[in-house]
């Protein structure tokens, strides 16, 4: 009986003009939308809705306080576990693949996590089951977006990357829907979430082709020196892909130190009451996600028929950069609504190209979980550093104002890091 497995593919090994098969090609593109859309769907309705909700209709003291605590240790993990999954994942040996194990058993495990925090009746509790989550969350997503490199063609991997995010976008947006829709039912709520989070590594396996054997692959090495190893980041040849590194660290702290903070600012800056700002923020949230769809999709399609990655992200880092400076030159309704606008397509731009990009820079594509676990610390550590900044701004100049001239600076410095890398085009 014919095998459906395909062989894993390094850029070396597989030039660019090599396509998979239609079928084959389809099944990655389901696949990879649908890893993003589940995954986001159940996080978005706990840690935006459910979550917040819980603390509060339950009588946690200082809900508010229990949600930093939350977001600074579940950060803290996510920063090791992306490394560390990663890097896991390319020593695998497994007769199932090197990804396929962690993806399933990772997304099982994040489930679990996620049921625990609705159930728990003690903060620390909560805390520890938060950090679960993160921590098996990222066993699943480190190995799954390192797949693009074991297995889709360098021509194929704008059109994957589009599709995650085109997944994790909807996700978003149906998170909230989803936690709104059962705010007054908070615990099948979070059952729901937790088995849409659970059967995320199962069903995107069960689309994708099967997963070769890695059990033939070259040994990796034994003992705790050789492990240890395995998580050092790349040294030789590696100036791409810190270039890489730094400009993704950039563009993701500008977009977060506006983004996170949109109900303060609505409420500080254009003085705005609750209602108002609820009210901007949805109407802001439509514009935003429509835009960043439209970016996503369009520059996708670029991407691919031009074969460049480097100048749709550097339109990218300007979008944004112009997006920030609207609510400073216009500080009205309208101009949030064009920083809406232009951030959206910014950040839809930059996910079409993002992924390929940094597989593009990789050292070693062997190592492809490790490397791309570093570069995704560009993401996390640019959200935590974006709350420092933005809320350290506020307490020493009593205005949100100077935030978005930060933030279209911090943009526009990831221009030069991404135009001098010469492994991508």
Same mark, same amino acid.
């Given at each position: 009986m014919k095998s459906d497995s395909l062989p894993m593919q390094h850029?070396?090994?597989? %030039?660019?003009? *090599?396509?998979? $098969?239609?079928l084959h090609m389809i099944r990655f593109l389901v696949g990879f939308f649908i890893c993003g859309l589940l995954w986001m769907t159940a996080f978005n309705s706990a840690s935006m809705v459910l979550l917040p909700q819980r603390l509060k209709d339950d009588g946690f003291a200082n809900p508010n306080g229990m949600i930093a605590q939350l977001n600074a240790a579940g950060a803290v993990v996510a920063l090791c576990a992306n490394i560390i999954f990663g890097s896991l994942s390319d020593r695998s040996r497994s007769r199932f693949g090197r990804r396929t194990p962690f993806m399933i058993a990772g997304a099982i495990a994040s489930g679990i996590c996620l049921f625990f925090v609705s159930v728990a009746q003690h903060a620390v509790v909560i805390i520890t089951a938060w950090c679960g989550l993160q921590l098996f969350?990222? #066993?699943?997503?480190?190995?799954?977006?390192a797949t693009l490199s074991d297995r889709i063609p360098g021509a194929l991997r704008v059109r994957m990357s589009v599709a995650y995010g085109l997944g994790t976008t909807m996700g978003n947006a149906f998170g909230t829907m989803l936690g709104a829709l059962f705010h007054e039912q &908070?615990?099948? /709520? @979070?059952?729901?979430a937790a088995c849409l989070l659970a059967l995320d590594g199962l069903i995107v396996v069960s689309i994708w082709p099967k997963e070769p054997s890695a059990a033939n692959l070259p040994k990796a090495g034994d003992g705790v020196k050789a492990m240890l190893k395995s998580f050092q980041p790349p040294i030789r040849g590696a100036?791409?892909? +810190? &270039? #890489?590194? *730094?400009?993704?660290f950039c563009l993701m702290l500008a977009?977060?130190?506006? @983004? !996170?903070y949109q109900l303060y600012i609505l409420e500080s800056y254009l003085g705005q009451n609750a209602r108002q700002a609820a009210a901007t923020i949805a109407v802001l949230s439509s514009c935003t996600m429509t835009a960043s769809l439209t970016g996503m999709i369009v520059s996708g399609v670029i991407a691919e028929r031009w074969g460049r990655r480097k100048p749709l992200l550097i339109i990218a880092a300007v979008l944004l950069a112009g997006g920030f400076l609207a609510p400073w030159l216009m500080p009205s309704v309208p101009g949030f609504y064009? +920083? /809406?606008?232009? !951030?959206?397509? /910014?950040y839809g731009t930059y996910n079409a190209s993002n992924q390929a990009l940094s597989i593009d820079v990789l050292p070693n594509k062997d190592e492809a979980g490790k490397g791309l676990g570093i570069l995704n610390? #560009?993401?996390?550590?640019?959200?935590?550093?974006?709350a420092v900044i933005t809320s350290s701004v506020y307490a020493i100049c009593g205005? +949100? =104002? $100077?935030? @978005? *001239? /930060?933030? !279209?600076?911090?943009?526009? *410095?990831?221009? %030069?890091?991404?135009?001098?890398? =010469?492994?991508? =085009?």
């Open positions: 850029e070396e090994d597989t %030039p660019s003009q *090599i396509a998979l $098969p239609v969350l990222n #066993a699943l997503l480190s190995p799954a977006l &908070k615990t099948i /709520g @979070f059952a729901v100036s791409d892909f +810190y &270039k #890489a590194l *730094i400009g993704r977009y977060n130190m506006v @983004f !996170a064009i +920083y /809406g606008v232009l !951030a959206g397509l /910014g610390l #560009a993401n996390t550590s640019g959200m935590i550093l974006a205005t +949100y =104002r $100077p935030v @978005f *001239i /930060g933030a !279209a600076l911090m943009a526009l *410095i990831s221009i %030069p890091c991404i135009a001098t890398i =010469r492994s991508a =085009r």
